[in-house]
């Protein structure tokens, strides 16, 4: 059964980090792209980022560019968010997703884990 | 950027009943195009994908069509558990793009 638990989601201040993990198991992870999307409260989903399964390609949505990084540890099984620079505007739930490819759409989800950007 | 735009944002059916959502792309998406389900609390599940094809575990009544730039999930015969947001999804472009959702309600 594909597992995927997000963790490293809490309250940070604006203009600060946080990093994000993404455990997977159940499938092999190295040879999926991985993703990550976003969610507002109460809002609608925004894609984020997303990493090819070797890491050699990686997207990143306008709005995060410049700012978070995605990786991933093949041989841990992990997918990374490093966010910098946090703005109010980045609280959300943030979902890890698996993919076939980088072309492929979102089969598999994470539950998420909320990241709350506030004085 | 590809702009989806679904609609109607809300739609009030009732068990039994057919309900039919769309999803407009700003520009052509060939075929891919799919729909997640999203009940509250709970992550997004992928319904559909390449525009018509279900995913796994997905039941018959969920059904998708269209190419380019308009699509459409239908479903059939609405059971208790389907009501929830709908959202489509292009891939063909980055950035990745979603619909801003559809509520199906009673």
């Known amino acids: 059964e594909v597992q995927l638990v997000e963790s490293g989601g809490g309250l940070v201040k604006p203009g600060g980090s946080l990093r994000l993990s993404c455990a997977a198991s159940g499938f092999t992870f190295s040879s999926y792209s991985m993703n990550w999307v976003r969610q507002a409260p109460g809002k609608g989903l925004e894609w984020v980022s997303s990493?090819?399964?070797?890491?050699?390609?990686?997207y990143y949505a306008d709005s995060v560019k410049g700012r978070f990084t995605i990786s991933r540890d093949n041989a841990k099984n992990l997918l990374y968010l490093q966010m910098n620079s946090l703005r109010a505007e980045d609280t959300a739930v943030y979902y890890c997703?698996?993919?076939?490819?980088?072309?492929?759409?979102?089969?598999?989800w994470g539950q998420g884990t909320l990241v709350t950007v506030s004085s | 950027e590809i702009v989806m735009t679904q609609s109607p944002a809300t739609l009030s059916v009732s068990p039994g009943e057919r309900a039919t959502l769309s999803c407009r792309a700003s520009q052509s998406v060939s075929s891919n195009l799919a729909w997640y389900q999203q009940k509250p609390g709970q992550a997004p599940r992928l319904l559909i994908y390449?525009?018509?094809t279900r995913a796994t575990g997905i039941p018959a009544r969920f059904s998708g069509s269209g190419s380019g730039t308009e699509f459409t999930l239908t479903i059939s015969s609405l059971q208790s558990e389907d009501f929830a947001v709908y959202y489509c999804q292009q891939y063909n472009n980055w950035p990745r793009t979603f619909g801003q959702g559809t509520r199906l309600e009673i």
């Open positions: 390449g525009a018509s």
């Open positions: 997703a698996g993919a076939t490819v980088t072309t492929s759409p979102f089969d598999d």
């Open positions: 990493i090819s399964s070797s890491g050699s390609s990686i």
